[in-house]
């Protein structure tokens, strides 16, 4: 069993087990990844302050996030095709983060349905749900979350129109991966990942197939989801989807301090500053330097959480100094499950925990609750100086 300290260990771990496309998936943006690149470099350019001589007897990274007592704040994030980073993936992430006693939240397009997450877990997980151009669709992806005991909405607002991430094009992504000559000698070095995948029947989008009409293989799914992405998603449209629902409604992002106004508008319950881990528009602002404006816009009148860019517990002391209110991790489990399966997941969490834990202490804290911009060292103009 190898050494873990660290998520960069994972992360190697991870690329030496799944095939190219996956690992291409996973560990891309779109375009010239400028983007994608400082959501994690610019939490470096924060710098902690160190604090002596108190008492750190006693410390605690417990919290809530949407009411919900958790281990620390951090959720982990809807990822699409996990259950191609692993067998059955979003199952394992989800029964470790169950365990762990942080939230899960499982992506429209995950490879398990949100029937397999409700059978095999106990806790209520939260759904994430893309606005597609099929209402009929739409409504019983609502109607299942809400009989699965969903207990919160996450409606993605930053996938209108697909970025474009050339790996993913280069290599011909599909779920289950289309049998080219190039992807047959990936897989062959890639045969531990293969027995496990022919071990489950789950190797297609369980939300989508069996659910649309005319939908039986890769090429009809790549051809439909092409085409349904809703391009006039507006802020309407947003909230007659709440009061569909009912319940609480988290709306994952927002980037911008004018979107967090209108997002108060509608009644949201929470908002993700999030710029859809560097996938979407390349050129837009890390969301850590997005965060402070935002912030400055809603105050505490809705919980605002942060994604993108989470690599340690570190990032998430920093995020929650900065003022979020929880954080929530994607590609950080998604090595985890790679390398490791469900420990993997549970690996991924320990790690980040005992990081936050520490760097709490040697910042002279006891309670996550207490952290703040007392805790850091922020550059002037971190969030840009811009011309008007």
Known sequence: MPIITCIEDLKQIHRRKVPKMFWDYCESGSYTEQTFGENSSDFHKIRLRQRVARDLSGRTTQTTMMGRKIA????????????????????????????????FTLSTFAICSIEDIAAHTTAPFWFQLYVMRDEDFVDGLIERARNAGCDALVLT??????????????????????????????????????????????RQFGNIVGHVENISDASD????????????????????????????????GILDAEDAKMALKVGADAIIVSNHGGRQLDGALSSIRALPAILDAVGDQVEVHLDSGIRSGQDVLKAMAMGAKGTYIGRAFIYGLGAMGQAGVTRALEVIHKELDTTMALCGETKVTRLGRHNLLVPKHFEGDWQD
Not at 72 to 94: F, H, N, R, T, Y
Not at 161 to 180: E, M, V
């Open 157 to 202: 607002l930053d996938l209108q129109i697909l970025g474009q991430r050339h790996k993913d094009i280069k290599n011909g992504l599909t779920a289950p991966p289309k049998l080219t000559p190039s992807t047959i000698a990936n897989l062959a070095t890639k045969w531990r990942w293969g027995i496990q995948m022919l071990q489950t029947p789950r």
């Open 72 to 103: 620390m704040p951090v959720a982990l994030s809807p990822v699409g095709s996990a259950g191609m980073q692993s067998a059955d993936g979003e199952i394992k992430a989800a029964r470790a983060a169950e365990a762990f006693g942080v939230p």
């Open 221 to 252: 799914l790549s051809a439909w989801t092409a085409e349904q992405f809703d391009p006039s998603l507006d802020w309407n449209k947003i909230a007659a989807i709440k009061e569909q629902w009912g319940g609480k409604v988290i709306l994952k």
